[in-house]
Nanobody, 115 residues
Framework: VQVVESGGGLVQPGGSLRLSCAASGFLFSTFTMKWYRQGPGQERELVARISSEGRRRDYGDSVKGRFTISRDNNKKIVYLQMNNLKPEDTAVYYC?????????WGQGTQVTVSS
């Protein structure tokens, strides 16, 4: 049972990245999927979430209009497309799978926005 993030890296301000989170060992299509992030010296914050069937998406105020969450239940992957990145988006980004029967965290992927 795990989720594994990938796609982080170093990007210049205004650039884009797409994070991926691959799930295995559980019934992915029944879980709400979320992306969190934790910047240096900051608390972990919810960035985006998507319902199990992908019909509902919610975003944190700081990323609305710039980030898009999506999922492919056949491939068991959730994505976070990040556009117009800003230095304050620098953080470790974590994938989370959650429902009434489980709460699964990944190890995180580092995103650094710097010129």
């Amino acid at each position: 049972v795990q989720v594994v993030e990938s796609g982080g890296g170093l990007v210049q301000p205004g650039g884009s990245l797409r994070l991926s989170c691959a799930a295995s060992g559980f019934l992915f299509s029944t879980f709400t999927m979320k992306w969190y992030r934790q910047g240096p010296g900051q608390e972990r914050e919810l960035v985006a979430r998507i319902s199990s069937e992908g019909r509902r998406r919610d975003y944190g105020d700081s990323v609305k209009g710039r980030f898009t969450i999506s999922r492919d239940n056949n491939k068991k992957i959730v994505y976070l497309q990040m556009n117009n990145l800003k230095p304050e988006d620098t953080a470790v980004y974590y994938c989370n799978a959650n429902n009434a029967w489980g709460n699964i965290w990944g190890q995180g992927t580092q995103v650094t926005v710097s010129s």
